[in-house]
Each structure stands twice: as C-alpha cells, then as structure tokens.
C-alpha cells in the first residue's frame, strides 16, 4: 500500500525491532537512500526509539545512507498517513532532532545496554546457505 501510495519503494516489517528481517535485501537492491518510517510514537516510546536509532546504526554499518520520516502523531504509521493524502517530514540523522531520539531511545527498558551494530554475518550466511542472498 505504502509504495502504491507514495511511489517509493517500501519494505514492511511486522514490528519496529524486526529491522534485521529487512537487511538481506538491501545490498539486491542498491537503494541511494534508506527512509526510515517508524510509527510515529517514537518520539513518545523509548522503545521504538531505540529500535530506530539500532535500525539507524545497522543501515549505516551496512554502507547505506540514512534518512528518517516523521509525521504529526494523529496519524500512527506511514500507512495512515499516506492514507489521508499527507506526506511525512524527512530529516538526516545528523539533525538536532535525531540526536533528541537518540537520547530519548537510550532510556528504553527495552534494550537498557545499548551495542552497536556489527553485521549480519550469522544472519546473512543463513540467509546465503538457502539460496536467498547473493553477494
């Protein structure tokens, strides 16, 4: 729905930790820019705000170039944006207000010892081992 809606390609997952389900296809599909679209509580959950600055950190390991969309909270994902005819605010992970999120995710009781990411090595072989990645 999202990528009929906006015209970007989009990549659904079932929740804002599951941002590692998404990273075998990233190198198949060379994207120049990654958006980030979390459901907008992530400025109210440190929860989702952690995930998002750990999704953040995994993209950028990875090689790619980050961006994050944000939206007014009336609406709580992309979906239901876009829904209403509304397109999201986007923002580098540079901007005074990632560096707010960031803070706020290391709050989450969630993932109280924050750890960068450093690959996908187990999870990339497993994928590569049943013929789904190539590379």
């Known amino acids: 729905m999202c990528t009929y809606l906006s015209g970007t390609l989009t990549i659904g997952l079932p929740g804002c930790g599951q941002y590692l389900l998404a990273m075998p296809v990233l190198p198949v599909l060379r994207p ?3 958006r980030l679209a979390f459901d907008s509580d992530a400025c109210t959950n440190p929860n989702v705000a952690n995930a998002l600055c750990r999704a953040t950190d995994a ?6 170039h980050v961006q994050v969309e944000t939206w007014d909270s009336q609406y709580k994902g992309i979906d239901d944006l ?3 005819k509304q397109r999201p605010n986007i923002s580098s992970t540079s901007s005074a207000a990632f560096t707010d999120l960031v803070a706020y995710g290391q709050q989450s009781s969630m993932y109280p010892e924050y750890k ?6 187990g999870f990339r072989s497993r994928y590569a081992k049943k013929g789904m990645m190539r590379g």
């Open 32 to 34: 120049s820019t990654i």
């Open 82 to 84: 876009l829904a209403s």
């Open 59 to 64: 993209i950028r390991r990875a090689g790619f």
């Open 116 to 121: 960068p990411f450093t690959g996908f090595t």
